[in-house]
């Protein structure tokens, strides 16, 4: 087992622990009273979470937003786990290709369930039948794009500080890799990347499972 | 003489493959003038319309975040020339 793959379990699990513990918490509160502190802010980021999911899939969004939302979560996990000395689990490119699959898979299983297979035909030759080529090879290269895209942000963001590190004498690199460094290429890059991951997969699965006439 | 003949090839290819790499970056320059063109026009528009900041700013990191694409395939080939040979 690659290092990555052991992170990426090890990422699995602390998120696991931190939503459970965050549930508990979130059951026991008394919805009379204001909320405050950290719980006020999970509440608040669910809340516009599903207002941001609905906007897109309207009568369907309560069957997307646990897939759509656990994913955000496990990537904003995964993203910054290189700063608890993890190693980052999407800098694999076989966990990378596997958000890639991951990604084509949602895309086509939901297009298929929500649309009916003579739609989602019907759909994909919308134009005109002739450009069904071209609709399948977009349909092909648009998840494999998102994994590369996640793959090569992290990847850059791991050797560049890595090259930081191994730049400067280890007493001197330790104030301007941590103040500099860890916050742009581990926080900044890996949750903008998280995201983008998320309002990308939001998007093209809102484009296949949305009518093209309406 | 025919042993420094292969070593002299193995040295040219490793030569030639960190040419390319650093060639390959040029892509770079494409995701960069993309990435710019973007926040200008965002810092256009919030000069504009001052209240929907928010969203503006949320709107140009997903399209930079797009641009950076074609510059980070090109990046993947530099890591892929220089690791592989």
């Known amino acids: 087992m690659s290092p990555n793959m052991l992170s990426s379990l090890i990422v699995i699990i602390i998120a696991m622990i931190v939503l459970i513990l965050l549930g508990k918490k979130v059951e026991k509160l008394d919805p009379a009273k204001p909320f405050k502190g ?3 802010i999970v509440v608040l980021g669910i809340d516009k979470l599903n207002e941001f999911i609905k906007g897109f899939y309207g009568e369907h969004w309560r069957k997307f937003t646990p897939l759509l939302t656990g994913i955000l979560i496990y990537l904003a996990f995964a993203n910054v786990a290189s700063l608890i000395g993890l190693q980052t689990p999407l800098s694999n490119i076989n966990i990378a290709l596997s958000f890639s699959l991951l990604a084509f898979l949602i895309i086509q299983v939901s297009g298929l369930w929500i649309r009916t297979p003579k739609n989602r035909l019907k759909d994909l030759a919308s134009p005109s039948p002739l450009l069904l080529p071209v609709n399948l090879v977009s349909e092909l290269s648009t998840p494999l794009a998102m994994g590369l895209r996640l793959f090569g942000n992290l990847l850059s963001g791991a050797v560049i500080t890595v090259l930081f590190y191994s ?3 280890s007493a001197l690199s330790v104030l301007p890799i ?7 290429f581990n926080i900044g890059f890996g949750l903008i990347q998280a995201f983008v991951y998320f309002m990308l997969l939001t998007i093209f699965l809102s484009m296949a499972i949305e009518s093209s006439e309406a | 003489m025919f042993l420094l003949a292969v070593e002299y090839n193995e040295f040219f290819i490793q030569g030639l493959a960190m040419l390319g790499a650093g060639i390959a970056m040029i ?4 995701a960069g003038i993309g990435q710019g063109f973007a926040g200008g026009k965002a810092v256009e528009a919030v000069g504009r319309q001052p209240e929907a900041s928010g969203k503006i700013t949320t709107t140009m990191l997903v399209g930079q975040a797009m641009a950076e ?3 980070l395939y090109s990046l993947i080939i ?8």
């Open chain 1, 167 to 169: 730049l400067l004498p």
């Open chain 1, 178 to 184: 941590t103040v500099i460094a860890h916050p742009i």
């Open chain 1, 38 to 40: 950290p719980i006020f």
């Open chain 2, 69 to 71: 694409t074609t510059g």
């Open chain 2, 27 to 30: 892509g770079g320059l494409g």
């Open chain 2, 78 to 85: 530099a890591f892929v020339l220089i690791f592989t040979t």
